[in-house]
């Protein structure tokens, strides 16, 4: 290897370079470049903590090199020819006085700078240094002027075990975050209807077919985490005072108090704890009930209203008798009725007469909820598949809601969070989006195999969740249309309707909680206001919670 460097003539010349001076200014370019991979796969370099108390050689200097000093060949490369008989016996001598040095510390980190190692001799005869004292290099400065490319340090197996293993930990990642479950509810003996958190979020209410309502402690997720079966929640109390079973249920934060319909036709009013209590706590005793005077009829749903910037001062109840009514839910006072409505709302127009004229009986409400777009207003739904907005402050009928498709009843219907839109579930399979400002139908989706009977947006208003009669729950990402590359699988049929269609909705998750009982399966779901948690109720009598 010594006598293949210490002789010039030997380089083998790469193919195109005739004339001398560019065949020496080429070689020393390449040396150099040599010279600076010697350094960066030196153990110093590659391993910095472990080689700090390394010897020093014989004349006591530091064994730590100083990085060499890479430059473009310029005019000196001319001279290069004449030092090269110079360079060749210091090679042989340098090599000589290290090179047992090397043998017992196996330390192959000398790559000498021009200047400090060799008095100034041409940057060749440096280069030729480095190669000799690094064994490692070896083999590329013979290999070097054919092919540069053999040169260069073998880094690629390590990339690729490296992009391998990042590839693999991103294929283990989920698209989007799915729900899994975290604890069931079986203490009621027969369906549980309704679903509401207290006003702190620590607290879950559950209104049944068996006349109760139960109030859980909500544990928190740590003591939740791991096996799917793990209880997340701690039964409080019982509530009772109701004679039929319980079908409605809504929490005012403001007024920490939680109000409860019926099929007994009352509503009630249970004062809560001010805090959410733990079992067997004294504030449980103390939970008042107030029965509301004035209604008449099977209550099926309510929803709370703001008025005069007062939060939740306004109680919305629809019955079965065909009418909307409104309560003042006033702190300091007994709730009282203050406005009430039918079909037609409290202002018919002459077209609604004759409407009027025509029908045998009153279309029933059966859902009433508010729209954060516009909180003066209240979104019902009937029972005859039409969806009405009514003024609050007067119960005038602002619009009226057709869906594309013809639809049967209405089971549920939701306000967007965010955006002016509501929508509604129906017996035909079938949810349908409507824009409160406009009055169209944004969309038409087929979400189940049999009737849709609840659904729910959470509070981001990104995600819808729905459940149906045949006992599954399915997780939807709500789209414009614009940003979805294609119309969903499960998008109305209808070309004249799918081509109107402003929003798609795409099934992300789908869930099988509940067991069906007399032709009827899961009966509510609600989100969380604050916290990633989605409760869903069915006719097996159980709640099941998903986080």
Not at 256 to 274: A, E
Request: proline share 5%; glycine share 6%.
């Amino acid at each position: 290897m010594i006598k293949q460097l210490s002789s010039s003539n030997n380089v083998k010349v790469p193919l195109g370079v005739k004339d001398a001076k560019g065949r020496a200014k080429s070689r020393a370019y390449l040396q150099q470049c040599l010279q600076e991979i010697a350094y960066l796969t030196s153990n110093v370099t590659l391993n910095p903590i472990a080689n700090q108390s390394d010897t020093t050689d014989a004349k006591g200097e530091a064994s730590h090199p100083s990085r060499p000093l890479f430059h473009i060949p310029g005019a000196e490369s001319s001279t290069e020819n004449k030092n090269n008989s110079n360079s060749n016996h210091q090679i042989q001598d340098l090599h000589t006085n290290n090179f047992n040095q090397q043998k017992d510390t196996h330390d192959y980190r000398y790559s000498y700078d021009v200047s400090q190692t060799h008095g100034g001799q041409s940057s060749t005869s440096a280069v030729k240094s480095a190669i000799s004292l690094n064994p490692s290099v070896d083999n590329c400065a013979q290999k070097l002027p054919e092919s540069v490319q053999e040169c260069k340090p073998n880094l690629t197996p390590t990339l690729d075990r490296t992009i391998d293993s990042s590839t693999e930990k991103l294929a283990t990642i989920p698209d989007v975050q799915l729900w899994n479950p975290r604890g069931t509810i079986m203490a009621h003996f027969d369906s549980v209807r309704s679903l509401a958190y207290d006003s702190f979020g620590h607290g879950l209410f559950t209104a049944s077919d068996d006349c109760t309502i139960k109030y859980w402690h909500l544990l928190s997720t740590e003591s939740s985490e791991g096996a799917s079966d793990d209880p997340v929640v701690e039964q409080l109390t019982t509530m009772r005072g109701h004679e039929a079973p319980v079908t409605c249920l809504v929490c005012s934060r403001k007024l920490n108090v939680l109000f409860s319909g019926s099929q007994d036709t009352t509503i009630r009013q249970w004062i809560l704890p001010n805090d959410t209590p733990t079992k067997h706590s004294s504030a449980l005793d103390a939970m008042d009930q107030i029965i509301l005077p004035g209604n008449s009829g099977i209550v099926w749903d309510l929803a709370l209203f703001p008025m005069n910037a007062q939060e939740d001062s306004i109680l919305a109840s629809v019955s079965a008798d065909g009418m909307i009514r409104l309560w003042s839910t006033d702190a300091k006072a007994s709730p009282r009725l203050f406005l009430s409505w039918d079909y037609f709302g409290t202002q018919p127009s002459k077209e609604a007469d004759a409407e009027r004229q025509s029908l045998t009986c009153l279309p029933v409400p059966k859902s009433v909820t508010k729209c954060s777009a516009d909180l003066k207003v209240c979104v019902v739904a009937f029972s005859n598949g039409i969806v009405k907005l009514f003024e609050l402050a007067s119960g005038r009928e602002v619009r009226r809601f057709n869906p594309s498709l013809p639809t049967s009843q209405v089971r549920a219907v939701v306000g967007h969070p965010t955006l002016p839109l509501v929508a509604a579930a129906y017996e035909d399979k079938y949810i349908h989006l409507y824009d409160i400002h406009t009055g169209s139908c944004t969309l038409s989706l087929q979400a189940h195999d049999q009737g849709v009977a609840c659904l729910d947006i959470d509070p981001s208003g990104l995600t819808l969740v729905s459940g149906s009669h045949d006992g599954k729950v399915r997780f939807w990402d709500l789209l414009k249309s614009s940003e979805s590359g294609s119309t969903s699988a499960t998008a109305s049929t209808s070309n004249t309707a799918a081509s109107n269609q402003e929003y798609t909705a795409v099934c992300f998750q789908e869930l099988s909680p509940h067991q069906m009982k007399q032709n009827e399966g899961v009966l509510n779901v609600t989100y969380h206001p604050s916290m990633p948690f989605v409760a869903t109720a069915g006719a097996d009598g159980t709640v099941h919670m998903y986080g």
